[in-house]
């Protein structure tokens, strides 16, 4: 079968989607979750495939950690299949409804995008997660992981499948059977097959789906994630923040990779800060000010201002006020997640209104810019894209919606 072919299977399995009630679809993400526990052996095992693959190549530790399926990631993935389930349904939700002076009854009702393509690198958790939330909201699904996950993904498909299988709908959720680069420019040219496709990965990926696809894209780019240590800020709260925003996981899109510290605050937060990221073996690149604070310190240039480092690698500059910091990140900012660490209402006003960053965060580590943090269950991807969607995407963001109008007769003059 070819990939268009298969994408075509996957159109014609989702057309029963919108009708499948509620419970049906819960009852299938519960026995889901229960078959990814079940299977946890099995799991690990092909994981290791790819571990071992990713050490040949000379991955980074970082890479290596988001491939990494334990115990614990794999009934976390269980756990958010679950919590999904638990969620409110949006197809169908009636978001609007008025009735115009002829009588006739206007609403606007949720309905699924379609078919969603999902193009992604390293995390096979992904998998799941894309899985649970285009089910759910009613969506077709073609996946295309990162052939760095290839048996781990194709593992996890494959479970998920099984549980579909048993109503009819395993054809609803595909994934591509190859690692051929060329299938990440056919999926995005499917545009009788897809309705819009989700890339998730780094800074390359993104850019090749922005010149290859003819199918929109809502894009999930990098994350230059920025914090700002304002005069005010709590400063044992903020080298713990800070910290916990970097060093918690380097690797994903949401940790912090630019720290800007006031320089009325430098000499009472910077040894403190230096010593607490050198025992979490975190480098750091710094402007003059920041060098003048420790001889271990990397001078940084412009380059790494403007650089996700997805590892322990972290760019400070210490500014002389707000609206030096907010000038940075308007010029570096990748418009996914900045923080602001302050005490000041002002400050912190003027600071959420200047920046248009999918998320700001207010005195809390960065790592919040999360679907399931913020209380959506699991999320396809943290839009940095402003249409469709914008932010962490959960399951309204994967609906649109159409009119329906209710009428008694009424003709057009």
Known sequence: MTLHELGLLTKKASKTLPTIPTEVKQAILIDMAAKIVKAGKIIKSENQKDLETAREKGLSSAMIDRLTLNDER?????????????????????????????????????????????IYESRPNVTVEAASLCFFAGNGLMLRGGSE?????????????????????????????????????????????????????????????????TVPVIAHYKGNCHMFVDESAKLDQAVGISVNAKAQRPGVCNALETLLVHEQVADNFMPEFLKEMADKGVEIRGCKKTQSYSPDIVPATFSDFDTEF????????????????????????????????????????????????SAIIVNASTRFNDGGELGLGAEIGISTTKLHSFGPMGLKELTTTKFVVIGDGQLRN
Not at 93 to 108: A, D, K, M
Not at 179 to 190: C, F, K, Y
């Open 74 to 118: 794999i009934q976390g993935m269980a756990d958010s299949l679950q919590e999904v389930a638990t969620l409110e349904d949006p197809v169908g939700i009636i978001t609007e409804s008025y009735t115009r002076p002829n009588g006739l009854l206007v609403q606007r009702r949720r309905i699924p995008l379609g078919v969603i393509g999902v």
């Open 149 to 213: 996950a290839f048996h781990s993904n194709h593992c996890l498909v494959k479970i998920l499948k099984s549980a579909l299988s048993e109503h009819g709908l395993e054809e609803v959720i595909n994934i591509v059977p190859t690692t051929d680069r060329s299938s990440v420019d056919e999926l995005a040219r499917m545009n009788d097959v897809l309705d819009v496709i989700i890339p998730r990965g780094g800074e390359g990926l993104i850019r090749r789906i922005y010149e290859v696809a």
């Open 310 to 357: 997805l590892d322990l690698i972290l760019a400070v500059r210490i500014v002389k006020d707000l609206p030096t910091a907010i000038e940075h990140i308007q010029i570096y900012t990748s418009d996914h997640t900045e923080a602001i660490l302050s005490q000041t209402q002002e400050n912190i006003e003027t600071f959420t209104k200047a920046l248009d960053s």
